[in-house]
């Protein structure tokens, strides 16, 4: 079973930065794919970011150019690099963890990212 933490959450202004760190129970070399994502008030949960095993990424369009996720295999962390953030940023980060063999996903607790003047 993996476990999954995120940290770094917070308040910011816009027009600031945050880096998220999701720590992970599990070797994330091992894993199929890890990603980022967020709800805001009264939205769906949606796909923001995410980092193959092999090392490919993909962005929503909305955090393109802004948000960067990366990853250190040997400490079982992946990050997201969020700058230039918008009031429309403002949700719960979750960070994700799929594995293929059996099929499942599993997820943090969520941590709490509010971008207000």
């Known amino acids: 079973q993996v476990q999954l933490v995120e940290s770094g959450g917070g308040l910011v202004q816009p027009g600031g930065s945050l880096r998220l760190s999701c720590a992970a129970s599990?070797?994330?070399?091992?894993?199929?794919?890890m990603g980022w994502y967020r709800q805001a008030a009264g939205k769906q949960r949606e796909l923001i970011a995410l980092i193959t095993k092999g090392g490919s990424t993909n962005y929503a369009d909305s955090v393109k150019g802004r948000f960067t996720i990366s990853r250190d295999n040997a400490k079982n962390t992946v990050y997201l690099q969020m700058n230039s953030l918008k009031p429309e940023d403002t949700a719960v980060y979750y960070c994700?963890?799929?594995?293929?063999?059996?099929?499942?996903?599993?997820w943090g607790q969520g941590t709490q990212v509010t971008v207000s003047s």
């Open positions: 994700n963890a799929n594995i293929m063999l059996p099929p499942h996903d599993y």
């Open positions: 599990a070797r994330i070399f091992n894993l199929n794919r």
